[in-house]
């Protein structure tokens, strides 16, 4: 009955849609042994074992003799060369993770706040984001510091992502930092010094202001009536 379903699934939706006990749940014979070979290719491994003359403790992680097998010898209308030698792969380094090395920033004991951080303190923070004007950095204080474009390295940079990417981690030199607007500037030019970007700020030159427009010789055109009812007066008027 449908309403009989509905109230075990809110009494317990998992064990009302997955029928099966977990511990019931069998794996390969040599699925505990720390490889990456799925069980449905054990058939191809046990056909590699009796090839060799080995047992598997013997034949996992023997890089040298795995590498003068040729995998073209156990390609059948199951498994294809492309899946046979991914999977000689795997028994010559087993455990080995596919994925790259997760490298993270990391912070340097006692700097929490932004009342920690103090000029010309060299610190390893994360690139949070990247702008046309410069990266945020995570520093470990709660609070995102600015590396400017102009201090992202000892050259020009015209494209900040050129240079650095969400997630990089990097080395930055705290310039200044104010509590009262929570800003903390940076820079990843180890050779800058504190205070120098308030005085690159004083030192842009200000915007130029525009020409004023010449004045038109002759007789100065009239202002012209805005509104409508403005307009009727001034057409009355000219009667």
Partial sequence: MPSVSIARRLQDPLAE???IDPKAIGVGQ??????????????LVQKILDASGREMRQLVGDSAFLKTLDPR????EKFGL?????????????????????KTATFREGIETLKDLLPGMVLEGVVTNVTNFGAFVDIGVHQDGLVHISALADKFVKDPHSVVKA???VKVKVLEVDEKRRRVALTMRMGDEPGQA?????KRPASPRPAPRPQQQGKPQAK?????????FA???SR
């Fill in 235 to 237: 057409k009355l008027k």
């Fill in 17 to 19: 849609l997955v029928k």
């Fill in 224 to 232: 012209q009536p805005e509104g409508a009812m403005a307009a009727a």
């Fill in 167 to 169: 997630g990089q981690v």
């Fill in 30 to 43: 040599y699925q505990h042994d720390a490889s990456g070979v799925h069980p449905e290719a054990y058939p």
């Fill in 73 to 76: 010898r156990f390609t059948d």
């Fill in 198 to 202: 308030a005085a690159r700020d004083e």
């Fill in 82 to 102: 492309p899946t046979v030698t991914d999977i000689l792969a795997e028994l010559e380094k087993p455990g080995r993770d596919p994925r790259p090395e997760f």
